[in-house]
């Protein structure tokens, strides 16, 4: 455990007290200079995610952070149990992603009050009291969402009829799935003949995602566009507008979010048309973060992802050196 006491203080303290046994910190238990982090993920819903624990995994043992990782496997009532593991062992600092944005004050308050300094990471929470989270560390999605719905628009410019667009929507209540929501449907107000036809939850999963556009693609055959909050939902989606006889990224046009390889490969194949960029690699800033707070330096509030968007031919020109 890292002791966030001065050296200076420290000695000062042990001498006063005349004790030989180090005082303990909130962190509390051994004091080998080592930062401890306890992370609790959401779970391993999509590529994106599993791109995101590798890395988290990964930047945690270069930056010599003992890491204890737990998988909530979607559930919000694991994250908070994992958390109060993390609390009870007296870990540096606590990171998570959690799943939805509410819920989180009481578990928040009680790693206030042991003193363990907290970083969300990925996702927000609505807790009205900011002294919860020490920096809040992601992509901004309600602008994913807004270029998603950018895009439409322009390239809705040359289209003569309807736009429809069938709209699968990430986890009910997460973050990524409020704000892609309504940055998507701020952008495509401009253009009057785009209209959602249909937006339904699909988990930010493949499998949700094929389950959900077969009976979307039955009830609205008029459908022409479809908007994915994630890669994995429109590769899943893809499936089932194959299966109906349609084609993907022509008679259904299609615009996700992340950019993971197989979101990128269909892309650059003609089946998606247009993908908006949301970086999981986010280890390395919140290792960087971690020991700033741990050592008791102030850090900004919010801190943001650099990202980019991509179409066919950037998707085929970016594939090969495409990380994750
Ligand atoms: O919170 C980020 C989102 O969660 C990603 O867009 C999605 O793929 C993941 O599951």
Not at 139 to 165: P, Q, R
Not at 222 to 230: D, G, I, P, W
Not at 235 to 263: F, N, R, S, Y
Request: with cysteine; proline share 3%.
């Amino acid at each position: 455990m890292f002791k966030r006491v001065s050296a200076a203080i420290a000695a000062g303290l042990l001498v006063a007290a005349g004790l030989a046994a180090c005082g303990g910190d909130s962190g509390g238990g051994k004091d080998d200079g080592k930062i401890t982090m306890g992370f609790a993920q959401v779970g391993a819903e999509s590529g994106w995610r599993t791109a995101n624990t590798k890395n988290i995994q990964e930047s945690a043992k270069a930056a010599g952070i003992e890491l204890k990782f737990s998988d909530a496997q979607g559930k919000q009532e694991n994250q908070i149990k994992a958390i109060r593991s993390y609390i009870a062992q007296k870990v540096d600092v606590i990171a998570f992603s959690p799943k939805i944005e509410s819920g989180w004050d009481q578990v928040l308050k009680e790693a206030k009050d042991a003193g363990i300094p907290v970083i969300l990471t990925d996702r927000a929470v609505d807790s009205k009291d900011p002294s919860f989270y020490k920096t809040f560390l992601g992509s901004d999605f309600v602008l994913e969402g807004k270029k998603a719905g950018e895009w439409l628009v322009t390239d809705s410019k040359a289209a003569k009829g309807a736009v429809n667009v069938i709209q699968l929507e990430g986890t009910a209540g997460s973050a990524p799935a409020n704000d892609r929501t309504s940055g998507f449907a701020d952008a495509i107000k401009a253009d009057p003949k785009i209209k959602i036809v249909a937006s339904q939850d699909g988990d930010f999963s493949r499998a949700k995602g094929k389950e959900v556009m077969e009976a979307l693609l039955k009830a609205h055959p008029e459908a022409n566009v479809l908007f994915a909050q994630n890669d994995d939902m429109g590769l899943g989606a893809m499936e089932a507008i194959e299966a109906a006889g349609k084609k993907p990224g022509v008679d259904i046009k299609i615009v996700t979010i992340d950019a993971v390889k197989d979101g990128m490969t269909a892309l650059a194949n003609g089946q998606f048309n247009y993908i908006v960029e949301c970086n999981p690699l986010l280890g390395p800033q919140l290792m960087d973060l971690a020991k700033q707070v741990v050592d008791g330096k102030s850090v900004p509030k919010r801190v943001l992802t650099k990202e980019s968007a991509f179409d066919q031919t950037q998707a085929k020109a970016a594939l090969p050196s495409r990380q994750y």
